[in-house]
């Protein structure tokens, strides 16, 4: 018996005429009404970065830089200033290669906008050593031999300078048994707590306790 259908809603040749053009937006991802392909790549070019010039104080010396607003220290640093001593690790604050010290204090590069700095004294690893003379911390790493691949050590370096300001002022630790002490002792414990931010894959961690240990006994 002849099949008859009298249903109302897409014809066969409807069906038909649609699938030839999903089927091109399928395999092309581009409809098939789209404009020229010339078009497409001009909407598609990426419009220019607005940037601004900012003056960064660093190691001592006003550097000018023209930058976009969301660079970070450590780009900023690395990418645009050629300070390289800064070392990116992860880029997400987790360890701590990128330690630098701004007015004194230690901070993650990578969490930091450069924009956020103007006017701030920044310490880089460069900055450390007075011409030929090691900074104590860089020359007690020297001695205790306080690194192995040395990519770590930037941030250990200027961590540890800024932790033992930290000591010095009294500030308190996890590992201080009194936390109303009006100075620290540095023992083992307080020195591998307080340099708990900075990781080393090759392990240096026993030496960079002894290397932090000589420098904060010398000072
Ligand atoms: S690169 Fe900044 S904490 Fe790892
Ligand atoms: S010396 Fe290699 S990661 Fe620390």
Same mark, same amino acid.
Request: glycine content about 14%; hydrophobic content about 35%.
């Given at each position: 018996m002849a099949r008859t259908d009298n249903r109302s809603g897409p014809t066969r040749r409807m069906v038909l005429e649609g699938g030839v053009a999903t089927g091109v937006l399928l395999a092309t991802g581009i409809p098939v009404d789209a404009e020229p392909a010339d078009s497409v790549t001009a909407a598609a070019s990426p419009t220019p970065v607005p940037t601004m010039p900012m003056s960064l104080r660093i190691n001592a010396k006003d550097l000018a830089v023209e930058l976009?607003?969301? %660079? %970070?220290l450590l780009d900023a640093l690395?990418?645009? /200033?050629?300070? %390289?001593?800064?070392?990116? +690790? #992860?880029?997400?604050? &987790? #360890? +701590?290669?990128c330690t630098v010290l701004v007015e004194g204090r230690r901070i993650n590069? #990578? /969490? %930091?906008?450069?924009?956020?700095?103007? +006017?701030d004294e920044i310490t880089t690893v460069e900055g450390l050593a007075e011409g030929d003379r090691l900074h104590p911390v860089q020359a007690a790493f020297v001695a205790r031999d306080?690194? &192995? #691949? +040395?990519?770590c050590t930037p941030g250990q370096i200027c961590s540890a300078v800024g932790m033992l300001g930290e000591a010095r002022a009294g500030w308190p630790s996890h590992?201080? @048994?009194? !936390?109303? @002490? @009006?100075? !620290? @002792? /540095?023992s083992d414990a307080e020195i591998r707590e307080r340099m708990s931010g900075n990781i080393c894959r090759c392990a240096a961690y026993p030496n960079i306790v002894a290397a932090i240990r000589d420098a904060a006994e010398e000072a």
């Open positions: 976009d607003l969301r %660079t %970070t690395r990418n645009h /200033l050629g300070l %390289t001593g800064s070392k990116k +690790g #992860c880029d997400h604050g &987790q #360890c +701590g290669a590069s #990578c /969490l %930091t906008l450069a924009a956020m700095h103007e +006017g306080g690194f &192995q #691949c +040395g990519y590992a201080s @048994a009194d !936390v109303a @002490a @009006a100075s !620290v @002792a /540095l």
